[in-house]
């Protein structure tokens, strides 16, 4: 459901003209380009065959430790640098920015994380946990109006909810309490909102991970988040293989100053209920029609995933 309209725009350092109306096949072919990243390289620096299994970085010797930490930084970049040329391929022609950002344990990826998108309708994640930390259980909370809110994206309630708990000094508070720094409320309406796709994956592991929210908050989150009425499952959901659990929050809507045109949001988790969980969080502003941006999402979505897919096997550090 649309949120309110207004004459906000998303904060941009630069615009790159940007080409949409690619397939979801078209944004799986970023994996072919990972082989070379993952296998080796000039340097000579292979690929191991298996997953680095995860265990305490005090059993490294201190000089492999510190190698690790370089190698892990390096192929992050490597990683980061694809998908940038990726997004930027799939997105060019389309009129619209966008960012994107992706985690999937200690690595994350990111396409353009510092660009400021307005948030629309996946604020309502944001006001969620805020309202379960402030009325402290779930049976306190109002949840016919949170279910609302989060499964049909209804305006009124999460009007209510935000009124409720203080407006926009309250949201505020919120960003820097749950260290969304780049994330900024505005005045006049909670779904104008700026923030940036890195924030959104900081945002997913506090709504549905325990930490500021209990086991039965967290439950309870989740619940709603993969409750959502049937029109609005696009977005993330589009990388999930067949069978995963998929628990997210979309936004959408028109703003008077990009001409007219989409904000289109998708944030969500992919397979959060097992031991290796996807976050990704996609940002756009300015496709040309809501469905142009709902495609424009699912083909970034689906090149997160299967960048962070290829980028399972990591350096040799032995």
């Known amino acids: 459901m649309p949120n309110q309209r207004d004459t906000g725009m998303a904060r941009l350092h630069r615009r790159t003209l940007l080409r949409l109306a690619v397939p979801l096949a078209a944004a799986a072919a970023a994996a072919a380009a990972l082989p070379s990243l993952v296998d080796g390289d000039p340097g000579g620096s292979a690929a191991a065959d298996t997953t680095t299994p995860a265990g305490d970085p005090g059993s490294l010797g201190a000089g492999t430790a510190t ?3 370089a190698v892990e930084t390096t192929y992050a970049d490597r990683l980061d640098a694809l998908l940038t040329e990726r997004a930027e391929e799939l997105a060019a022609g389309s009129g619209a920015d966008v960012s994107v950002a992706a985690s999937r344990g200690a690595l994350q990826i990111a396409h353009r994380p510092d660009l400021q998108h307005d948030t629309a309708s996946i604020v309502k994640a944001q006001l969620l946990v ?8 779930v049976a306190d909370a109002p949840g016919a109006r949170l279910r609302a809110m989060i499964t049909a994206s209804d305006n009124d309630a999460a009007t209510a909810v935000y009124d409720a708990l203080g407006g926009a000094d309250a949201l505020a508070q919120a960003c820097t309490d749950f260290g969304m720094t780049g994330t900024e409320p505005r005045e006049d309406a909670w779904g104008l909102t700026d923030t940036t796709a890195p924030d959104q994956l900081t945002l997913l592991g506090h709504a549905l991970y325990e930490g500021l929210l209990d086991a039965d908050q967290t439950a309870y989150a989740r619940d709603l988040m993969s409750s959502v009425t049937a029109s609005q499952r696009w977005g993330v959901s589009a990388a999930a293989a067949d069978g995963e659990a998929v628990w997210l929050k979309n936004g959408w809507d028109t703003r008077t ?28 502003s300015g496709s040309a029609s809501h469905a142009d941006g709902i495609a424009l999402v699912e083909s970034l979505a689906a090149l997160a995933r299967t960048t962070l897919d290829g980028g399972l096997r990591q350096p040799d550090l032995q």
């Open 67 to 69: 190698r690790a930490a």
């Open 130 to 137: 805020m309202a379960l930390r402030h009325y402290g259980t």
């Open 257 to 284: 100053a990009l001409g007219g045109r989409w904000v289109v949001n998708s944030i969500g988790v992919l397979a959060g209920d097992t031991d290796d969980p996807i976050r990704i969080a996609v940002l756009t």
